[in-house]
């Protein structure tokens, strides 16, 4: 079990297991890569039961090509046939919500009954990126409440504008989920009454209080009848613990070099120092909640962190150096959990 975070005993029945899937573009290859594998990954994940597997949009990113969620969404609808698909999330103040009832209408319509529509509110990527490429106001995030609304209601076909219908999209209702990592995705999840789901995967300091609130102030809807909270955590799972924390080593080093070092080229020695620097440390600790070893020990450690925060769901990123291991990973996750 990771020591990264105290957690106590486990208690009720099993809860929804998911996969989040950060389309990572390993060294010295194009993203056409990453995307076979998010097939491979899906495919995997269908036939091990996990529930859905997201995608989130990010831009400017070298290691991850998941910037168009609803096309890799749809490219991956086609090689599976089951499992749940959908975004984690679309950076909703990036586009019009008119634009987005539409690209999820069509994919509700391409796979009936398998879409799920994540929603968050921060860009996805560098003030440049958002400002020069874009071209979005950077005070698009104050309306996002309203947008979420505006987006909701199309799907539903019940237009916001006058004489609009979105098509694909009017009718569909593909569920929304409002993703965070901070109050107030907690506050207005609660109060739209719609799922929540927090991103303690890389955000850890706020989940608990984030937890608390949103069941507290949830107001029931026509979408949901009770609150419905997913969390999410890191994996490093492997054969034996000492292979998973050097696994997990490997990770939490890798992470550094590329948000501290920017991912330029350095020696061992040099990121030995990087690492072990103030913000080497603080990047290491977005990864606080971390299930690190055996199938036994990864089982417990979710256990007991759903137990923390009462989640009814967990939506796992397999944190691993190379993609065969992380496969590998999924396998000793999934057959752990069954």
Same mark, same amino acid.
Request: charged share 20%; net charge negative.
């Given at each position: 079990m990771s020591d990264h975070a105290a957690l106590p005993k486990p208690q009720g029945s099993p809860l929804t297991l998911s996969i989040l899937d950060l389309a990572?573009?390993?060294? !010295?290859?194009?993203?056409?890569?990453?995307?076979?594998?998010?097939?491979?990954?899906?495919?995997?994940?269908?036939?091990?039961?996990?529930?859905?597997?997201?995608?989130?949009?990010?831009?400017?990113?070298?290691?991850?090509?998941?910037s168009a969620p609803a096309v890799l969404i749809s490219h991956v609808g086609a090689h599976t046939s089951t499992i749940r698909l959908g975004s !984690?999330?679309?950076?909703?103040?990036?586009?019009?919500?008119?634009?987005?009832?539409? $690209?999820? !209408?069509?994919?509700?319509?391409?796979?009936? #009954?398998?879409?799920?529509? !994540?929603? #968050?509110?921060?860009?996805?990527?560098? $003030?440049?990126?958002? #400002?020069?490429?874009?071209?979005?106001?950077?005070?698009?995030?104050?309306?996002?409440? $309203?947008?979420?609304v505006e987006l909701q209601q199309f799907l539903a076909g019940n237009s916001p504008i006058p004489g609009v219908q979105a098509v694909p999209g009017a009718g569909t209702n593909v569920p929304l989920y409002i993703l965070g990592s901070s109050l107030f995705g907690a506050t207005l999840a609660a109060k739209l009454g719609l799922p929540y789901a927090f991103a303690s995967h890389f955000a850890p300091t706020h989940l608990e209080h984030a937890a608390k609130v949103y069941?507290?102030?949830?107001?029931?809807?026509?979408?949901?009848?009770?609150?419905?909270?997913?969390?999410?955590?890191?994996?490093?799972?492997?054969?034996?613990?000492? $292979?998973?924390?050097?696994?997990?080593?490997?990770?939490?080093?890798?992470?550094?070099?590329?948000?501290? #070092?920017r991912g330029r080229e350095m020696t061992e020695e040099q990121l030995d120092h990087l690492v072990d620097s103030y913000a080497g440390q603080q990047i290491i600790s977005m990864l606080n909640y971390t299930a690190i070893g055996t199938a036994p020990d990864v089982a417990e450690y979710l256990e007991r962190f759903a137990?923390?925060?009462?989640?009814?769901?967990?939506i796992v990123s397999l944190r691993s150096p190379n993609w065969d291991k992380a496969l590998h990973g999924l396998d000793i996750l999934g057959n752990a959990w069954k």
């Open positions: 990572f573009v390993y060294e !010295g290859e194009a993203p056409a890569q990453s995307f076979k594998r998010s097939v491979q990954l899906a495919q995997n994940a269908e036939a091990l039961g996990f529930s859905r597997v997201w995608y989130a949009e990010h831009h400017n990113m070298p290691r991850i090509s998941s !984690g999330g679309v950076m909703l103040p990036n586009h019009a919500p008119y634009t987005i009832a539409e $690209q999820f !209408g069509t994919l509700a319509e391409l796979y009936p #009954g398998r879409i799920d529509l !994540g929603l #968050g509110r921060a860009p996805g990527t560098d $003030q440049t990126t958002l #400002g020069r490429a874009l071209r979005r106001d950077p005070r698009a995030a104050d309306s996002f409440p $309203q947008d979420v069941r507290e102030e949830f107001t029931p809807s026509e979408a949901l009848s009770e609150p419905y909270f997913i969390a999410a955590v890191n994996v490093t799972a492997a054969d034996t613990m000492e $292979q998973a924390q050097e696994d997990f080593t490997q990770v939490a080093r890798a992470s550094v070099k590329a948000m501290a #070092g137990a923390m925060v009462n989640a009814d769901e967990l």
